[in-house]
């Protein structure tokens, strides 16, 4: 039986997908994830099983330590075990990518000189350290911009300023969500860079010996033009013409090969104007939340099963496209306490919905972006043409209504 450490970030919408496929695989999985270490044994975990994942180096030994035999695979489901997951494979003598490329492509500003010193479209941008004065927009940037968190994924802490006042807010917003988020956020600053016009698309792929294989390339019909980035809806097949297609392909290829990744899942973000492909971020992972399901139809499997058998060396099935899908992350409104949803019934009736899961609990705090990271739900649907599957997402999402308490002030609170 084959063997596969996972790594499963607590807050990840997709640990179960993947144990699922595991399963299905019939193939063994060593769960580790980054829960308190001490509060690990209440919930029926050992020490083993619960490491911090921002500081791989320290658990990078304790897991070494505690392995009792030698895995087949080391994955990482999300952003935030990708460094630790690499480290581990490096020291197991596993296929995978080396821990220098995952960092160079986690970090919004090693990536951005990457690419401007490969001669490969990039914004002009600056590194604004934490403690740099922001009385003036640094030179040679010209407004609008866009002030970015280095490390942070999901749109949190990025925001558009079209002004000098609007900049000054948005470098202490970032600043403080940065400082909440990372541990190490008051060492690394931000990243701000010139805004970049277009329309915003997404690949997802899989490398395998450092080529590239597209499995999808995915269309953004809503307007990315800030002052924050919520992504909400992802359509397939792309409206792009093929030699569009081929130019992102070979634009996320090309940095790859820059950045180093040679295996596995990747995620990229663009956006395509008149001068071409300009890439937002490439990620060693797939995508993020329950978006991978919108795939299954044209790949005959989970997402989740397709990375485990590239890992592990198994077939891998052909893409097969066959109508268009989509998905719908449904957007969070404000800050508060989710308390229910409404008209879940009737939206589920509507045409070409295959599923909606809502996957915020009664009782969650939440919070749109550019705070929050994580969406009240997913909206799945398929049908002839991505202009019939964008509708039904659409009418889908107006029949729900959300019971939102506004968040209470500690200073408010009564005793």
Sequence with gaps: MKHVVLLLPTTSYRNDDFLVAAKELQVEVISIANYCRRLA????????????????????NRVLKALKSQPDAVLAVDDLGLDLAAQLRQHLGLAGNSPLAV???????????????????????????????????????????VVKARQLSASRGVIRADTQPAYEQ????????????????AALGLVVEHFIPGREYALEGLLQD???????????????????????????????????????????????????????????EMRVNAHGVWL???????????????????????????????????????????????????????????????????????????????????GQLIAAPPEGSSYLGFIFAHGPTPGDVECSLRQAHRLLEF???ADIAVSEARV
């Design 280 to 362: 937002l971020e490439i990620a060693a992972r797939s995508i993020g939340g329950l978006c991978g399901r919108m795939l299954r139809p044209a790949l005959g499997m989970s997402l989740e099963e397709l990375i485990l058998r590239d890992a592990l060396d198994l077939p891998l099935p052909e893409v097969k496209l066959f109508g268009a899908n989509g998905v719908m992350m449904i957007p969070i409104p404000g800050h508060g306490i989710y308390q229910k949803v409404h008209g879940l019934a009737e939206a589920q009736r509507v045409a070409g919905i295959s599923d909606i899961q809502i996957t915020a609990a009664p």
């Design 103 to 145: 960092r160079l492509t986690r970090d919004k500003l090693a990536f951005r000189r990457m690419l401007q010193g490969a001669g490969l479209n990039c914004p002009e941008f600056i590194h604004l350290s934490s403690d740099e004065k922001i009385e003036s927009l640094p030179l040679p940037l010209r407004f609008p911009v």
């Design 403 to 405: 019971d939102i308490q």
């Design 170 to 185: 948005a470098v202490r917003w970032v600043r403080g969500i940065q400082a909440k988020a990372d541990r190490d956020g």
């Design 41 to 60: 044994p209440l919930w029926g975990m050992n020490s083993m099983q619960s490491v911090p994942f921002d500081q791989p180096e320290l658990s990078l």
């Design 210 to 268: 450092g080529r590239l294989r597209v499995l999808a390339l995915i269309d953004k019909p809503d307007p990315m033009d800030g002052p924050y980035f919520e992504e909400s809806l992802y359509l397939t097949p792309s409206s792009l013409t093929q030699r569009e297609q081929d130019e992102i392909a070979q634009a996320v290829q090309r940095a790859c090969t820059l950045a180093g990744l040679e295996s596995g899942p990747v995620h990229a």
